[in-house]
């Protein structure tokens, strides 16, 4: 999985030199999600980024689940996360629980009380709030926090033994109230919560907070370089008070990037949980999401992904990055790899009039359009066909140069066509074309009496295969919805998913099971779902047309 351009990074800087200096005989990094959601494609750059590091310096790389809050988590996420990580390619060295350290967390704050560097406060949620102060305003200390050893210890106690409603007391680190960094305003260590933990059950009814455990976690894992996103980068000198007072063996160095953001997109696991449980998508694996399960359902594959995030870099300031690069590599990725089909997403119907009723014809396509090896397919054509409805038009718009009255057209790797007639129902809507073939015309044969400007795609009405196809737009409408002041629930796209009743030749159905991908001729790369394909109906979704206007900047 080595990639030059994922590890030149200043990390990778930062990493070589340490194992120069022999600060560290071999490293050892970690990706800790909090399983309390799907992963996403944020969290696959952190993935690929942590397991690139140590495949590349020959280290080691944890799974770890940060599970320490135990009101949003769920098995349901640890099980995808893992799946996840798998697909992408990636083989941790040690999995590991957060929660399985919950009473090595315990002894060290108790270490902390005894060194008189954490105190019990009984102060509420608001008044500690308003005590923290803020960037101008230095903080007052809490009337709780001279408390002696052994009341903290008997307090502590308490807490842990459940004789405390959550919310009535918290256990603080006891640093500097006046520190210019507000991370340092005695941070809480500990909460009181009584709710059941999917790993430890009912054992604990307090639990760690995220900046003292995290800390703590990568110390007893002996984790070299602790790789986090830039939000972080104020809470550094707290995650080294913490490795410090702990005394841990360790001493692991957080390093942070920028996250991840992707335009006409929400990234955050409580935004996508949002979309989830209004029923706004089918599940945090709906094509649409930027998930992992979502992207692996919609047909991206773990090779664009990895190219996509080589390509993006790592960075030290944040930015956004255009979603329509990572369409660019599925097309790199994919064009050379997947067979080509002919497919009617919208079916019109076209008899050829002058070809003889009851008789059929074989004809023989290359499977794929660059590579012979792929070999050939044969299909049929007839005296029914079908062709897009998008390449007809009754008044034909200026250089359109497909199917209209009295206009000839050349069926892709059959015959040229002219339309004659036009077919409408009661309602005037077309619902059939006569057309006439010319024998002559034939593909292949060497006919060069004269052009035609449009070539269009069809499938033979008769041996055709019906199949749905579910077309995409991207579910969130505006490029930066966070910077309009908008709720991102305001701004879904209405047309974020479309789906056509169609057919597809039938040679290329055989043997397809979901995930398989075609190209379908000018409609696009195509996947079969996992959830709504049965044995009589294939369901395709549409992973990326075949072009865009995106160019990529190298
Ligand atoms: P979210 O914002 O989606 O809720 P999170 O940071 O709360 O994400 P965690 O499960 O805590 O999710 O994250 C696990 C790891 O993934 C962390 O190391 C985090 O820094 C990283 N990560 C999360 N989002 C991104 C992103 N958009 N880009 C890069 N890394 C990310
Ligand atoms: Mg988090």
Redesign the pocket.
Known sequence: MSNENISSNFIRNIIKEDLETGKHDSIITR???????Y?????????L??FGLSEEFKGRTNLRF?DTNPTKEDTEYVQSIEEDVKWLGCQWNELHFASNYFDTMYEKALLLIKKGLAYVCDLTPDEIKEYRGSLTAPGKESPYRNRTVEENLELFEKMKNGEFKDGEKVLRAKIDMASPNLNMRDPIIYRIAHSTHHNTGDKWCIYPMYDFAHPLEDAIEHITHS???LE?ADHRPLYDWFVRECEMEATPRQIE?????MTNTV??????KQLVDEGVVDGWDDPRMPTISGLRRRGYTPEAIRNFCSAIGVAKSNSTVDSQMLDYFLREDLQPKVPTAMAVINPLKVVITNYPEGQSETLSLDIHPKDESFGKREITFSREIYVERDDFMEVPAKKYFRLFPGNEVRLRGAYFIKCNEIIKDENGEVIELNCTYDPETKSGSGFTGRKVKGTIHWVDANSSIPAEFRLYEPLILDDAPENEGKHFLEQINPHSMEVFQGFIEPNAVPGLKPLDKLQLVRNGFFSIDTKNTTDEKLVFNRIVPLKSSFKLQK
């Open positions: 990706f800790p999600p909090e399983p309390n959601g992963l996403h494609i944020g969290h696959a750059k952190s993935i980024l942590n940060d790789i986090c996103t972080f990037f920028a996250r991840l953001n990234m955050s696991k409580r935004k996508l």
